[in-house]
Each structure stands twice: as C-alpha cells, then as structure tokens.
C-alpha cells in the first residue's frame, strides 16, 4: 500500500494520468484514419477524475461507467490491448468487436461496464451495490456518469434507492458544461447547484476541481471513509473540461463548430491536469525533466506495441454472429 | 393428482426455487404483504423476509438496478403487479439486459433476471391497466417471454425461468389466478420453446395463447356438439416461440385461427400468421384468421369493453365462417366474467 501523500503515490498519479492522455491521444490520431469504426468520445482533458477516483478506491472496488469511458477504463486498470482489439471490431477487444467503444468491460479489474444510455449504469451500479450489501461485503462501487444525466429521471430514482438502502455508491459527476453541444445554461434553471439537489435526498455531496487530481484524490479517499463509517452513498461533482469534440478526434474549432470558443478551450486547457502536476512535480523536485520524458516515452511505447499487437489480432468469424445472445 | 390453483402455483415455484438457490430475490410493490400479489409471495416472504421486499415505484431504475444485481450473481424477481407500469422499465430490460450478454461478448457474464407482469382485464381497468406487452418485448432478441396458461404451465415455467441465465419476462393474466388445476409437488420445469397440445383435433386449427386457452376450450366444446374437430395449440412460450409444433398441426388440419390478449398489428397473430405462409401455405384450405382485442385503447364502459374483448363465441363464429357452416348461433356461449372490484 502506498502512503497517500507520499512522493511514490504522485509519482503513481502522474504516470496514470499520462497513461491515460497518452493513450487517447494516440487513439484520437489513429481514429482518423477510419481504422476504428465505430463511434468513440474521447477523453482528453478530463483525466484527473478517472485517475484521481480510481487510484483512491481498492483494487477490488467496482467502477461503471458512461459513454466517455476509455479514461475509467485504463485508469481502474483495464486492459489496453483489449480496448484497442475492441475499438478495431476484433475478436480479442473486451467486448470481443460486439460493443464498441460505449460498451467496454473488464471484469477482472474491476470495470464491470460502460453504456451509451444516460443513466442507466448508474442504476446498473446501484443494484451492485445492492448484492455486496446484501452479500454483507465491503466493496464499493463507482458511478461515473456526465452533467446531463442529472437531467434523467433515473438518476435521481437511484438517488431515491440508493439512500434508502443505505448502498455503498459513490456517484461521481464529472461536470464538463457540455451535453453534445448543449451548454448547461440551456438545460438547468439559473443558480442550479447539483450538490444541494443531490443532498435533498439524503445524499451527502461535494464539488470539487476535477482536474487537480490530487484534489480528486484525496476528496475520494474522505468520501470513501464517510461511506465506510455511515454506511451510505456520496455524490461527487467534479469540474472539468472535454478538449475535443463531442463524438470524434477533432478540436470543435478546426471543424468551425461555434458552440465553443477557443478563448474558453485555451482556459481550460491552462488547467491541464497532466501539466498541472508534473509542473508541481518537477518543482517540487520529486521528478526531473528526463525522468519525465523516459516516462513518457516508456508509456507510449506500450501503448504502441499493444495497438499494434491489437491490430494484427483476427477478425470474429461470421458464423459467431449469434454468440451469446443468450 | 393434487390442484392448486394459478396462484398457489406460483407461490410453490418461488419458495421451492428460492430453498434450491440462495441467489433468488424478489422486489416490487408489495410483494411483503400478507396479501403480497394476489398472495403469491407472501409465503415467501414468510420463509425469506430478507430476500423479499417492497420497493419504491421507480420501474425505471429497478430495471437497471436488477442488471446491476444479476451482474453480481444474483437472481432478481421482480414483480409488475400492472403489466402497463412496464413501459417505464423499458430501456433497463431491452437496451441493457436484453443485449448486455451479447455487446460485452460474454465477458461480463449473464443477467439473469425474471419480471412477472399481471395483465389485467374487464371490470373497467381500462386503456392503461390492461395491456399484456408480450409482442413488443418478444420483438427483441435477448429475452424470453412466457405465457402461462394453466396452474400446471405457471409453476413449471416459473421454476424454468428461474434457472434461465438471460432475462425473462412472464406474463400472467389475471383471470387466471384463481384457475385450479393439476400440480406435481416436485419443482419441476418447462422448457421453453414447447408447445403444449391442449387438445388435438382435425378440422382446424386454433393458437390461443394465457387467457384465451380458456375461450378456445370453451369454443371447441360446443363445437365438437356440432361434430367439429378443433385443435388448440397454447404455444406456452411467445419466444422462443414453437412454430414446429404450430405448422405440423397446420399441415393436418389445413386451417389456422390466431387469437390473442393483445393487438393483432405487429403482434403474436401476426407473428404466427406470417411463418405458417411461409412454410405451409399450399397445405391452407383457407385463409388465416386473426382474433384479437380490437384495434383501439380498452374501453371503461361495459358495453364498449364487452365489444372490445374476444370470447369464445368469436372463435367459435369463425371456425364455422372459415368451414363454410353458416346459421351456427353462439350468443349464449360466452362465461360470465365474475371478477369484483375493487381493483
């Protein structure tokens, strides 16, 4: 175990942060060339929230996820080959080719699932924690979810179940002011605050700066002690921002899209989590430049043999078409 | 042999298959009570109360929820004491249940979850407490969808559905419930898929499936007084649906009647109507016919609603139309529907 505000655990934080923007990064460039067809949001830009949740939680906690899901995915450990077989339609992808990039799973390290539907692993996470509560277990179980599923009527019937159940759910907002392209002013009423909302119905809540990962770090760990020690569930609201497009690898901008401006994107991206820590990395001197760019290099090295690796894997056959629909 | 009846079936099959695993948990409204859903729950409750419990309205995310469950080994019941309250549950059952197998590849197992729906009918339930969604759900590749019809049919699918390892949705029409009938103690199962002969005839052949067993059998009753020879055919399972069974008795007889609880538009008779064409047209004598609830929302006033149902003595009137008997008067065959209120 490594002590939470020692040297290795930042270091551990950096790397999975660059673990995770390195990854999608390369992915986004690759999905240009049409070699991944199947449609993918990515990530970029909101990384601190994956990483910071899914370092402070147990290796044998749980996490769901949503649509924008390759940062869970590799942050609680996911594998990546798998994930690059599945966005590539093969047989060997997580989903083996059948669910795409919104439908990822990998068991074994704890990411049971990701869909497209708003909401509805957020339910599928409460009824999770239902069995590991009724099973008397000590998991926990992780719901990722965007902005605009507070606009589902599901979400707050989970809220409803989850309260009254006393489960073990830790609801995790991450609050990028976007739904497609819809900014939040047109779909909450003035002077919304999702945490008040939240803790009307038992819940208790925070917001906080989802892109200081250490913040997201250290504010998972009190949730989680506060959901041990009253055995009940915690909303999280974390801040943060989506670089790229809505669905796609481009910026907004280069395609002339005007729902956003540059001046808001370069702001946000002023507060890079990945630039954010390793600049109080390397000032704090627990990381050097050099040491800094082996590790960068080391990572994409992995990423870019297992995509390779990944590419190389067979096709499923025609005649598995049928396979496990029931 | 012993009877029990419909609901006393279904009781026996969720304590004896909740005694076999340990996995078996069931929720909805009221399923806690004394009374819990026409008392098929309480005795379960009586021998489980941790593993039955009532839950709060919301059908939406207790679909989602019971994903979340099974996902984690589980077996979740849950209990629609309206079928209707279904259409809330949607997206849970046939956009991540029904397809959670399949788009994560086996690799984030099985839900195996079983939903009983109560399918209301007569005594003014009117437009939105009287549908029975089987077609619509059957639609999807995914699920199974039974149809008991018998106190016999609802323990062992119950006990087979149970031991599923996808979703399953059962439909059971309230008409039946206090239906007596043979039951075998043992927890046995139906497999699905297996149509059940009810009774074998020459002349013409008649699919009724839950409640309209009861009218067919009604039907071909005074019939064969006229020396007329029906088959029926309760199909037991909409999916997977028998249609081997259907077409080898399509083929002997040369003739189909479809009837059915819900609407014929996109529905199970037409689901049938269409494969029977497909494979046994040249053995038709004459043309398919369709006898459904009528193509508009269920009415509340009586006369309106009596119009609205088929009965017996609509089947009974177009099997003699499709042999060409004409002056055959069925006006006294229909049962009087004893159902009280309040509900």
């Known amino acids: 175990m490594i002590a939470k505000n020692s040297s290795e655990n930042k270091l551990y934080l950096l790397e999975q942060l660059l673990r995770v923007r390195n990854a999608?990064?390369?992915?986004?460039?690759?999905?240009?060339?049409?070699?991944?067809?199947?449609?993918?949001?990515?990530?970029?830009?909101?990384?601190?929230?994956?990483?910071?949740?899914?370092?402070?939680?147990?290796?044998?906690?749980?996490?769901?996820?949503?649509?924008?899901?390759?940062?869970?995915?590799?942050?609680?450990?996911?594998?990546?080959?798998?994930?690059?077989?599945?966005?590539?339609?093969?047989?060997?992808?997580?989903?083996?080719?059948?669910?795409?990039?919104?439908?990822?799973?990998?068991?074994?390290?704890?990411?049971?699932?990701?869909?497209?539907?708003?909401?509805?692993?957020?339910?599928?996470?409460?009824?999770?924690?239902?069995?590991?509560?009724?099973?008397?277990?000590?998991?926990?179980?992780?719901?990722?979810?965007?902005?605009?599923?507070?606009?589902?009527?599901?979400?707050?019937?989970?809220?409803?179940?989850?309260?009254?159940?006393?489960?073990?759910?830790?609801?995790?907002?991450?609050?990028?002011?976007?739904?497609?392209?819809?900014?939040?002013?047109?779909?909450?009423?003035?002077?919304?605050?999702?945490?008040?909302?939240?803790?009307?119905?038992?819940?208790?809540?925070?917001?906080?700066?989802?892109?200081?990962?250490?913040?997201?770090?250290?504010?998972?760990?009190?949730?989680?002690?506060?959901?041990?020690?009253?055995?009940?569930?915690?909303?999280?609201?974390?801040?943060?921002?989506r670089w790229l497009e809505h669905v796609g690898p481009n910026y907004d901008h280069d395609l002339n899209r005007t729902y956003r401006t540059v001046a808001e994107l370069e702001k946000w991206k002023e507060k890079c989590p990945v630039k954010r820590l390793s600049e109080r990395l390397l000032h704090d001197k627990i990381i050097t430049d050099d040491e800094l760019n082996i590790l960068n290099n080391k990572i994409n090295e992995e990423l870019n043999s297992e995509f390779e690796r990944a590419q190389e894997s067979s096709w499923p056959s025609k005649d598995t078409l049928f396979e496990n629909t029931y | 042999m012993r009877k029990l009846k419909y609901k006393e079936a279904i009781s026996e099959a969720l304590v004896q298959s909740m005694i076999d695993d340990a996995s078996i948990y069931i929720t909805g409204h009221a399923v806690d009570y004394p009374s819990g859903i026409f008392g098929t729950t309480a005795e379960a409750h009586s021998k489980f109360p941790d593993r039955v419990f009532d839950c709060p309205s919301l059908e939406t995310a207790m679909a989602g929820i019971s994903v979340g469950a099974a996902a984690f080994g589980k077996r979740p019941v849950i209990v629609h004491p309206r079928a209707d309250f279904m259409f809330l549950a949607f997206d849970g059952l046939l956009n991540l249940a029904a397809k959670w197998k399949y788009m994560f590849g086996g690799n984030a197992g099985s839900v195996p979850i079983v939903i009983r729906a109560i399918v209301g009918r007569g005594w003014g339930q009117g437009a939105t407490h009287s549908q029975s969604l089987h077609a619509s759900l059957a639609h999807f590749p995914g699920v199974s969808v039974l149809m008991p019809s018998t106190p016999y049919d609802a323990k062992g699918l119950l006990a087979s559905a149970l031991k599923a390892n996808h979703p399953v949705i059962i439909f059971e029409h309230r008409s039946l419930f206090e239906l007596s009938g043979e039951v075998p103690i043992d927890n046995y199962v139906i497999p699905f898929g297996k149509a059940n002969v009810v009774r074998e005839g020459k002349d013409i052949t008649i699919v009724a499936p839950s409640a309209m067993l009861t009218e067919a059998v009604i039907a071909a009753d005074e019939l064969e007084k006229m020396d007329v020879d029906v088959e029926i055919i309760d199909p037991r399972t909409i999916r997977p649906l028998d249609m081997e069974t259907i077409i080898s008795s399509v083929k002997k007889t040369g003739r189909l009647i479809v009837t059915d609880t819900s609407w014929e538009f996109c529905g199970f008779s037409s689901e049938v109507a269409a494969t029977v064409a497909e494979y046994c047209l040249s053995d038709l004598k004459a043309p398919i016919k369709r006898i459904t609830i009528a193509d508009c929302p269920a009415p509340v006033s009586e006369p309106l609603e009596n119009a609205f149902y088929p009965k017996a003595s609509n089947l009974a009137e177009a099997v003699t139309e499709l042999l060409g008997i004409s002056n055959a008067s069925f006006i006294d065959l229909d049962k009087k529907d004893n159902f009280k209120g309040p509900y």
């Open chain 1, 24 to 241: 999608e990064t390369m992915l986004a460039e690759k999905y240009k060339l049409q070699i991944m067809k199947t449609p993918t949001h990515f990530g970029v830009g909101q990384e601190a929230v994956a990483v910071g949740v899914c370092a402070a939680i147990d290796k044998s906690d749980y996490v769901y996820s949503h649509h924008r899901s390759h940062n869970h995915y590799i942050a609680k450990g996911g594998d990546f080959y798998a994930l690059a077989a599945e966005l590539l339609g093969r047989e060997s992808g997580c989903s083996k080719g059948r669910g795409g990039s919104v439908h990822l799973t990998d068991f074994d390290a704890g990411f049971v699932a990701s869909t497209a539907i708003l909401g509805e692993t957020v339910a599928a996470a409460v009824g999770s924690a239902l069995s590991i509560s009724m099973d008397k277990k000590d998991n926990v179980v992780v719901s990722f979810f965007g902005d605009a599923t507070l606009e589902e009527g599901i979400f707050y019937e989970c809220l409803i179940f989850a309260s009254l159940k006393n489960l073990p759910v830790l609801f995790v907002c991450e609050n990028n002011g976007y739904a497609t392209e819809s900014p939040i002013e047109v779909r909450q009423p003035e002077g919304t605050s999702f945490c008040d909302r939240v803790n009307a119905f038992g819940v208790k809540s925070k917001k906080i700066d989802g892109n200081d990962v250490e913040k997201v770090f250290e504010e998972t760990n009190n949730a989680i002690q506060y959901m041990s020690e009253h055995k009940k569930p915690f909303f999280l609201e974390c801040t943060t921002y």
